[in-house]
């Protein structure tokens, strides 16, 4: 079933719902987006967004900020992930997309098990962006924006396959690594990239 608003119902509105992209690439930043939904005119055909074609997510990110009461962005760079870890990163981006939106929500549903420390009252929703349409919303939002960035990325530093691989850590951007060597954007507090510097 796709997601619904289930979870929006049992709380205040305007309710929020809150998604990352990019905890697991080798490069570039980590991504989160928080969208709250106008329920009157929701676009048709939101779902996670591993569920969905790029082509799907790209028509379907310009319908949610269109008719959305509130979207916002937050991103962390290579450098702040380095700094802070992953995990800590992830939830600053969190946090910087809540601010993003420009409006105090009444609740803010996220994706997965944990939580930011923040004021807004929150609650989180293990695979959220499978069962919450705002999440939903919000992980097409993150994933779009993070994609985009990475296809910008890869004019800049040819040759690890950032169109296709995003900076995951595919066979060929691997191979890419060991061969051309880490970029400004790959995360070194990450094994297989920290494993090649400390080699050269």
Request: hydrophobic share 40%; charged share 25%.
């Amino acid at each position: 079933m796709p997601p619904s608003f289930r979870y929006e119902r049992d709380h205040p509105e305007p309710c929020a719902g809150v998604d990352e992209a990019g905890r697991g690439p080798l490069a570039g930043p980590v991504v989160a987006a928080a969208v709250i939904l106008d329920r009157r005119r929701v676009p048709r055909g939101i779902d996670d967004s591993k569920k969905l074609s790029e082509a799907a997510r790209e028509g379907l990110y310009d319908r949610i900020v269109r008719s959305s009461t509130g979207w916002g962005v937050g991103i962390v760079d290579v450098e702040e992930i380095d700094r802070l870890n992953i995990y800590h990163a992830t939830m600053l981006a969190m946090n910087r997309a809540v601010d993003a939106l420009g409006v105090d929500p009444g609740m803010v549903l996220v994706d997965g098990n944990a939580l930011p420390k923040w004021r807004h009252p929150a609650t989180a929703i293990v695979s959220g962006d499978a069962l919450s349409r705002s999440i939903a919303a919000a992980s097409i939002i993150a994933k779009v924006t993070r994609d985009r960035m990475m296809l910008d990325y890869d004019g800049q530093y040819p040759g690890y396959g950032w169109r296709q691989n995003k900076g995951y850590g595919t066979a060929e951007h691997r191979a890419a690594l060991i061969e051309l060597g880490p970029t400004p954007l790959h995360r070194r507090s990450f094994a297989p990239v920290a494993q090649l510097v400390l080699a050269l």
